[in-house]
């Protein structure tokens, strides 16, 4: 199946920081990927839809100042946490359509933690 | 009311058992939908698209049921490997929006 790869997969960092969370599509073409974060024990949230070549959409209280998404290539979105606080932990999770079957494959996820 | 529901479980079986897990969806404009398997801390992989007429792939058997809004998924002969949570994903027909349950966890035990 098509191949969806995340990075970092892992990041600590100080609050107050900006962290820049990468999403590629390695074998296909993605105009369009989806971010969403997932809290222990809770299921996915769609935080926006990435789309190539212009500007996010965003679901509702979602900031889009706090979680700047840049689509700027076919394979590559990224998702940037900024001015970080303890409540921005999460795992972060970028997902990609491939086009011909229609499935999402999803990036390994991001987990960040903001001390 | 949610655009996909589950039973969060958790379902507790023993290996050997057959399980079934349903999903129902609210908008009749829905024009695919998956099943996806997420392990603990990790992100969900497809487990199957389902189809209309129904589909198998090994031990895990798939329905659609239009009429009624739900979609179903049955595992049979379930191994500890099994256990997961498991996610019933959506998406609009025209729209390029999919939608997620919260997800039915499934525990196997020896």
């Known amino acids: 199946g098509a191949v969806v790869s995340q990075h970092p997969s892992w990041v600590i960092c100080k609050s107050g920081t900006s962290v820049k969370i990468e999403c590629r599509s390695l074998?296909?073409?993605?105009?369009?990927m989806f971010w969403y974060r997932q809290f222990p024990k809770q299921s996915l949230m769609l935080m926006a839809t990435?789309?190539?070549?212009?500007?996010?959409?965003?679901e509702q209280g979602v900031e889009k100042d706090k979680f700047l998404i840049n689509h700027a290539s076919l394979t590559l979105s990224t998702l940037t946490v900024t001015s970080a606080h303890p409540e921005d932990s999460s795992f972060y999770i970028c997902?990609?359509?491939?086009?011909?079957?229609?499935?999402?494959?999803f990036g390994e996820g991001s987990r960040l933690t903001v001390l | 009311r949610k655009e996909v529901e589950q039973d969060p479980g958790p379902f507790n079986v023993p290996e050997g058992a057959t399980v079934a897990f349903n999903c129902t969806y609210s908008?009749?404009?829905?024009?695919?939908f998956f099943w996806y398997r997420q392990d603990c801390r990790k992100e969900p992989k497809l487990l199957m698209s389902?189809?209309?007429s129904g589909n198998e792939d090994g031990r895990f058997t798939a329905q659609l049921n239009r009429a009624s809004q739900y979609i179903s998924l049955l595992i049979r002969d379930s191994k500890l490997s099994d256990s997961a949570t498991y996610l019933c994903?959506?998406?609009?027909?025209?729209?390029?929006?999919?939608?997620f349950g919260s997800g039915t966890k499934l525990n196997v035990k020896p």
């Open positions: 997902s990609a359509r491939e086009l011909a079957g229609g499935e999402l494959f």
């Open positions: 074998d296909f073409q993605a105009t369009t």
């Open positions: 990435s789309n190539e070549g212009s500007k996010a959409t965003y």
């Open positions: 908008n009749s404009a829905s024009q695919s």
């Open positions: 389902v189809y209309s």
């Open positions: 994903v959506v998406r609009l027909r025209n729209f390029n929006k999919f939608y």
